[in-house]
């Protein structure tokens, strides 16, 4: 089975960047997809195909997607950012829907 | 303005059946394949099943194959979960979550409900 390796936890002062790794065989020829989800509610998508932001995302909020890792980044973090991200790829060889172990964001 | 309600959670006990509910609204529910993703408690996301707009392709998490059963009713908008056999693993809280593609194949969960909660406790 494929597998998604994400930081349990990455910590960041405001206004400062704070990158968020998420490791896979070959990912880099995979769409990666990000999920951000605050304490008590569902998941939000914030990127999609490796870069692509939905409506309302902030610009803040980038991705990138190369060789064996994928990588999120939030520019000038906010305390409002401070959630559990997750990564998410489909594994066209086993027909499954693959997420990361998600990283908790915390904003100092 | 897009929503999922799911219901039908509650508490069950091991080797009994659930069934899972999700009502769509704000989109073309026949346009978009669906699926179902849990949360077991402090734990990250899980992907559980996925069904196409038309029923035609359908996939499960090795899991819950054999168990459980996804449907759809485009006529009533809404999507099922028939969970049987029921272990204590199970116990999380489902989110039922709409897919941007139609045929399920490397999906993107653009929206998703508020989850409804399943416990198998005895």
């Known amino acids: 089975s494929y597998v998604l390796t994400q930081p349990p936890s990455v910590s960041v002062a405001p206004g400062k960047t704070a990158r968020i790794t998420c490791g896979g065989n070959n990912i880099g020829i995979k769409s990666v997809h990000w999920y951000q989800q605050k304490p008590g509610q569902a998941p939000v998508l914030v990127i999609y195909y490796d870069s692509d932001r939905p409506s309302g995302i902030p610009e803040r909020f980038s991705g990138s997607n190369s060789g064996n890792t994928a990588t999120l980044t939030i520019s000038r973090v906010e305390a409002g950012d401070e959630a559990d991200y997750y990564c998410?790829?489909?594994?066209?060889?086993?027909?499954?829907?693959?997420f990361g172990g998600g990283t908790k964001l915390t904003v100092l | 303005e897009v929503h999922l309600v799911e219901s039908g959670g509650g508490l069950v006990q091991p080797g009994r059946s659930l069934r899972l509910s999700c009502a769509a609204s704000?989109?073309?529910?026949?346009?978009?394949?669906m699926h179902w993703v849990r949360q077991a408690p402090g734990k990250g996301l899980e992907w559980v099943s996925g069904i196409s707009w038309n029923s035609g392709r359908i996939g499960y998490a090795d899991s819950v194959k054999g168990r459980f059963i996804i449907s759809r009713d485009n006529a009533k908008n809404s999507l099922y979960l028939q969970m049987n056999s029921l272990r204590p693993e199970d116990t999380a809280l489902y989110y039922c979550?709409?897919?941007?593609?139609?045929?399920?194949?490397?999906?993107?969960?653009?929206?998703w409900g508020q989850g409804t909660l399943v416990t198998v406790s005895s």
């Open positions: 998410q790829v489909w594994h066209s060889s086993s027909d499954h829907v693959v």
């Open positions: 704000g989109f073309t529910f026949d346009d978009y394949a």
């Open positions: 979550a709409k897919d941007n593609t139609p045929e399920g194949g490397a999906p993107l969960f653009d929206y």
